[in-house]
Nanobody, 122 residues
Framework: QGQLVESGGGMVQAGGSLRLSCASS????????MGWFRQAPGKEREFVTG???????YAEEDVKGRFTMSRDNAKNTLYLQMNNLKPEDTAVYYC????????????????WGQGTQVTVSS
């Protein structure tokens, strides 16, 4: 029921683009807050962007204007379009789902994807 399956990571040069996908069950996709986290080597996992079940949104300051989250309700899939990538965006990216919007800001979620590696070379 809570399985999140990610795809789309890879390696690009600085300035390039990648799109991540996160497929979910219908129940989770329509009733949970959905978001993306990332964890760079040697750093804690951080909340990058998300949307609550009520429509509230959040994006980390550094990704505003570069990363766009969207959703395809027919496919129960969440996307993260990442443009103008920088070397400091290099991290493992995780899709997440949470019943409580506030949990995202505490670094917590009810369900996590398996993670997908994004590597940006300079």
């Amino acid at each position: 029921q809570g399985q999140l399956v990610e795809s789309g990571g890879g390696m690009v040069q600085a300035g390039g683009s990648l799109r991540l996908s996160c497929a979910s069950s219908r129940h989770v996709f329509t009733t949970y807050c959905m978001g993306w986290f990332r964890q760079a080597p040697g750093k804690e996992r951080e909340f990058v962007t998300g949307i609550s079940w009520a429509g509230a949104t959040y994006a980390e300051e550094d990704v505003k204007g570069r990363f766009t989250m969207s959703r395809d309700n027919a496919k129960n899939t969440l996307y993260l379009q990442m443009n103008n990538l920088k070397p400091e965006d290099t991290a493992v990216y995780y899709c997440a789902a949470s019943r409580e919007w506030a949990h995202f800001f505490q670094g917590a979620a009810d369900y996590w994807g398996q993670g997908t590696q994004v590597t940006v070379s300079s």
